[in-house]
Nanobody, 128 residues
Framework: QVHLVEFGGGSVQAGGSLTLSCAASGYTFSAYCMAWFRQAPGKEREGVGSINRLDTPTYADFVKGRFTISKDNAKNTVYLQMNNLKPEDTAMYYC??????????????????????WGQGTQVTVSS
């Protein structure tokens, strides 16, 4: 059974940094694309970034240059390093495993329907 658990959320001031972690279990972690999504109150869920089985990351335009996704296959963990945080980054952040039909490749469309397993989320709050 796939299990994803996020860690590392918290409250920071604008310009600060946080690193989120997502520990995965129950499947061959290295073989699947992993992604980070976020959802702010009253807003739709949006994709933040993803990383494929070759460790190639992709980012949403609004985080390019500020966020970095990486993973450690030995630890079955994917990370989201967030720098220069802005108040508009305030949201619940979720990691997700891509659906089996994609396996090691990350979909080009940021749709939650392309991911079949989700963590419980970790809250990030950025104050101005």
């Amino acid at each position: 059974q796939v299990h994803l658990v996020e860690f590392g959320g918290g409250s920071v001031q604008a310009g600060g940094s946080l690193t989120l972690s997502c520990a995965a279990s129950g499947y061959t972690f290295s073989a699947y694309c992993m992604a980070w999504f976020r959802q702010a109150p009253g807003k739709e869920r949006e994709g933040v970034g993803s990383i494929n089985r070759l460790d190639t990351p992709t980012y949403a335009d609004f985080v390019k240059g500020r966020f970095t996704i990486s993973k450690d296959n030995a630890k079955n963990t994917v990370y989201l390093q967030m720098n220069n945080l802005k108040p508009e980054d305030t949201a619940m952040y979720y990691c997700a495993k891509v659906a089996g039909r994609f396996r090691g490749f990350c979909p080009t469309v940021w749709s939650g329907l392309n991911y079949d397993s989700w963590g419980q989320g970790t809250q990030v709050t950025v104050s101005s």
